[in-house]
């Protein structure tokens, strides 16, 4: 059974879902759609690109992804079709796919202007996207929509850094809870800290972090709490904690938004006998 995956900024009541689910169920009846997320906030390909690097490592191959962020052709933003081990990601090229990954892509096709019978679509998730997914499911090669391309939009992802006996990230993505997920991985913790006693410096000295704990329990409920997630990314979270409207996560009561600056200060070698 193929399988088409969906990840956009629609809102999850939106009807142009149904639209596309249906176009897509029209020439592939038997396809498995994949809602991966519709609560992308606005026009945020940088936050489409977490997402669906969080996920797709999960799925098979031949496995077709919708990114619908952004999705617009201009000179600037081709539409592309870009794999990687088989699985195969549609999508205009916003930057989007060079934040999905760190190695080169196995193919590059630009697919724009694909079966229009308009000549400026409003909806190319529908007009564009459903009719090359649509080939690629049913076993299409991409050769047959598109033309090779060598090069694809380029971006500098926020990368992680080093200040003396400081590693420094930032947060990139507030899930639903408020837990605030860190571009901090544990590899580079390790080879970093080289098991130094630590600090996860927050808002004031009182906030800061001292231990990472292997789940959210670990701590007392409404306790700050650091984990490395399943994606293997530094998290800061309050284990179970509520507040009134819903505004109990590490991002409201520890004051952290995305892009902020986090900083783990580990003890100077020569200190540590």
């Known amino acids: 059974m193929p399988i088409v995956t969906l990840t956009s900024d629609f809102g999850t009541d939106s009807h142009y879902l149904a639209i596309l689910k249906g176009a897509l169920l029209k020439q592939v009846p038997d396809v498995q759609i994949v809602d991966v997320?519709?609560?992308?906030?606005k026009f945020d390909v940088v936050e489409a690109a977490f997402?669906?690097?969080?996920?797709?490592?999960?799925?098979p191959?031949?496995?077709?992804?919708?990114?619908?962020?952004?999705s617009e052709e201009t000179h600037e933003t081709p539409h592309r079709l870009v794999g990687w081990n088989g699985q195969y990601f549609l999508g205009s090229d916003t930057g989007v796919f060079r934040l999905l990954n760190d190695v080169q892509p196995d193919l590059v096709f630009d697919f724009s202007g694909l079966n229009l019978d308009v000549s400026a679509p409003t909806f190319p998730e529908r007009e564009v996207f459903i009719p090359?997914?649509?080939?690629?499911?049913r076993g299409g090669k991409p050769e047959m929509i598109g033309?090779?391309?060598g090069e694809l939009k380029y971006v500098e992802p926020r990368r992680i850094s080093y200040e003396?006996?400081?590693?420094?990230?930032?947060?990139?993505?507030?899930?639903?809870?408020?837990?605030?997920?860190?571009?901090?991985?544990k590899?580079?913790?390790?080879?970093?800290?080289r098991g130094r006693p630590f600090e996860i410096q927050l808002r004031t000295s009182r906030m800061s972090i001292r231990s990472i704990e292997a789940n959210y329990q670990s701590v007392p409920v409404g306790r700050e709490v650091a984990i490395f997630n399943y994606g293997g990314l530094l998290e800061?979270?309050?284990?179970?904690?509520?507040?009134?409207?819903?505004r109990g996560g590490a991002d409201a009561l520890l004051g952290l938004k995305r892009d902020q600056i986090i900083r783990i200060k580990f003890e100077d070698q020569s200190q540590v006998g």
Do not use: W
């Open 61 to 70: 191959e031949n496995t077709v992804h919708l990114i619908c962020v952004r």
């Open 164 to 185: 003396q006996d400081c590693l420094v990230g930032h947060v990139v993505f507030i899930d639903d809870y408020g837990n605030v997920i860190t571009n901090i991985t």
């Open 187 to 193: 590899q580079a913790f390790k080879d970093f800290g």
């Open 147 to 149: 033309r090779p391309v």
């Open 236 to 246: 800061i979270a309050m284990n179970n904690h509520s507040a009134p409207g819903d």
């Open 51 to 59: 997402i669906l690097r969080s996920v797709y490592h999960e799925f």
């Open 132 to 137: 090359a997914a649509a080939h690629l499911a």
């Open 37 to 41: 997320s519709h609560k992308i906030k």
